[in-house]
């Protein structure tokens, strides 16, 4: 399968990367660096501002709006869906279970297992510190599916199926599990680290929410992940029925 083409469109959000656009959705790629959207400490300039001015065209008067589904951390980079109606973003969010969500990543040291599923009740604390617990009322059952791509200079490549969308949840498990993200400054062994984290959300297949068709979005690996690891290879590609018409 070959990912969706990006539209040829003049005028793009400025920082952001269409990937495809109709009347229902925007598929974009995200920059590492970029919130989602803005909370309550940082209300800067986020995808969700960014494609707010976008669909207005730059007229504040205006009743178009972009629509969060989901997020990505500030410091992962890749594809993000948002919708341009309240029902399409309920109804995505709605059928999320069955959104192919995989990630690429690099972490610090070998699994021995190279494939697996990593599972847990996820937290937070007060400090905003997502972690495990044994304790099903605290904590949201996580999965997490790995499978080792490559191993060099110390460092494991590998390709993640998230199963669940809990926050920060690729970062802690695989911190957990002893093999913590490249650049993770908050659960990582980089505590001084300036440099890019290394998570990727890589490609998405979802059910367009008014055509019913699945529709498959892959990006190119970043620059970043092959300076560290090398040359990639062995991605699988998404299970797909069909290209999203472009309009």
């Avoid at 990937?19 to 974009?28: F, G, K, R």
Wanted: glycine letters at 6%; hydrophobic letters at 30%; one cysteine or more.
């Amino acid at each position: 399968m070959s990912a969706v083409k990006r539209p040829a469109t003049k005028h793009h959000p400025k920082g952001l990367t269409i990937l495809h656009e109709d009347s229902n959705i925007i598929v974009v790629e995200k920059p590492c660096g970029l919130l989602s959207i803005g909370t309550d400490r940082d209300k800067s300039r986020t995808v969700h501002t960014i494609l707010n001015d976008y669909v207005r065209k730059g007229d504040p008067r205006s009743r178009n709006r972009a629509y969060i589904v989901h997020r990505l951390d500030r410091e992962t980079s890749g594809i993000l869906i948002l919708a341009r109606s309240e029902s399409a973003k309920i109804y995505l969010q709605e059928h999320w279970q069955d959104t192919d969500k995989r990630y690429l990543t690099i972490v610090h040291g070998n699994l021995a297992a190279k494939t697996g599923t990593i599972s847990s009740y996820l937290a937070e604390n007060s400090a905003l510190r997502v972690y495990s617990t044994d304790d099903p009322a605290m904590g949201k059952l996580s999965h997490t599916e790995y499978r080792v791509l490559k191993e060099a200079k110390g460092l494991s490549l590998l390709e993640i199926r998230l199963l669940t969308g809990r926050k920060h949840q690729i970062r802690v498990h695989l911190s957990e599990k002893g093999h913590p993200v490249v650049g993770d400054s908050k659960y990582g062994k980089d505590k001084e680290s300036k440099g890019i984290l290394a998570l990727h959300a890589r490609s998405l297949s979802f059910t367009h929410p008014v055509s019913g068709r699945r529709l498959c979005f892959e990006t190119t690996i970043p620059a970043h992940f092959t300076r560290l690891i090398g040359n990639i290879e062995n991605l699988e590609d998404l299970p797909c029925e069909g290209q999203p018409d472009q309009k």
